[in-house]
């Protein structure tokens, strides 16, 4: 059996903070604001996941409550978290495909590292990870650098 999933993500960028995508913290004048490290192209992945599991959200099994274990955490810990959840339905990912929308910093560069980091942490083939980055042309909140989003879908298979 197989399953597809869509997530979607996005986060405010600001100053004070680390940029942190695909699991690998990018220099940039700005950071992304969010509970954990605001790991927008994770949190995608994260979603559609769950999504295809028919498991809910990342901020139901991640809740984003003050003080608790989820708060700064490193988003590949809940990458990894996700995957293992989806296991107990007998899921595995079989890949993603996925796109950031930034104006800047030019995420191409990056894509590689990416790709490879978020296929370990899920134990995945590199190849099945498939990244891409565009702008929005400088329109709406992402065109003003004012924050950062992504989209992502799934396939799962069922052991």
Not at 2 to 29: A, M, P, S
Not at 127 to 133: E, M, N, T
Request: aromatic content about 6%; hydrophobic content about 40%; proline content about 4%.
């Amino acid at each position: 059996m197989i399953r597809v999933g869509f997530g979607y993500d996005v986060h405010q960028l600001t100053e004070g903070r680390e940029l942190w995508l695909g699991g690998i913290k990018i220099e940039h004048t700005l950071g992304l604001l969010g509970h954990s490290d605001a790991d927008v192209l994770i949190h995608a992945i994260c979603d559609a996941i769950l999504g295809a599991a028919n498991m809910r959200d990342i901020g139901y099994h991640f809740p984003p409550q003050k003080g608790n274990e989820f708060e700064n955490i490193d988003s590949k810990i809940l990458l990894r978290k996700t995957i293992d959840i989806v296991a107990t339905k007998g899921y595995t990912v079989s890949n993603i495909d996925a796109t950031v929308c930034a104006e800047r910093p030019k995420l191409n560069p990056h894509i590689p590292q990416m790709q490879q980091t978020l296929a370990e942490v899920m134990n995945i083939d590199p190849d099945c990870v498939s990244i891409k980055a565009t702008t929005s042309e400088k329109l709406g909140f992402t065109g003003r650098e004012e924050g950062i989003s992504a989209y992502a879908v799934v396939l799962l298979e069922k052991d």
